[in-house]
Nanobody, 114 residues
Framework: QGQLVESGGGLVQAGGSLRLACATSRLIFNFNTVAWYRQAPGNQRDMVASITPDGRTTYADTVEGRFTISRDKARNTVLLQMNNLRPEDTNVYYC????????WGQGTQVTVAS
């Protein structure tokens, strides 16, 4: 009931694209802001993008214009479309609900080859 499950990672060449998915419950999806994060030095996770239940979005400066976060209401899933990927985007990507933090999932590995 309280889980978020990430998928969609993989290996791509620089300039390529991937689409990540964060599957949630209907309750989480309808009433919570959902955000994507990636691991930062020092074991913290930095927010990459977020989306509110009514569709308002925010992006980190490093991904603005390349990544797009969206909501798939039919599947209670939050998507992260990543275009023009760079080697520095290589990381494990996680999703969570920033206002009501939950246990972190396994994440999904994104590797961008130069």
């Amino acid at each position: 009931q309280g889980q978020l499950v990430e998928s969609g990672g993989g290996l791509v060449q620089a300039g390529g694209s991937l689409r990540l998915a964060c599957a949630t419950s209907r309750l989480i999806f309808n009433f919570n802001t959902v955000a994507w994060y990636r691991q930062a030095p020092g074991n913290q996770r930095d927010m990459v993008a977020s989306i509110t239940p009514d569709g308002r979005t925010t992006y980190a400066d490093t991904v603005e214009g390349r990544f797009t976060i969206s909501r798939d209401k039919a599947r209670n899933t939050v998507l992260l479309q990543m275009n023009n990927l760079r080697p520095e985007d290589t990381n494990v990507y996680y999703c969570n609900t920033p206002t009501v933090p939950r246990a972190w999932g396994q994440g999904t590995q994104v590797t961008v080859a130069s």
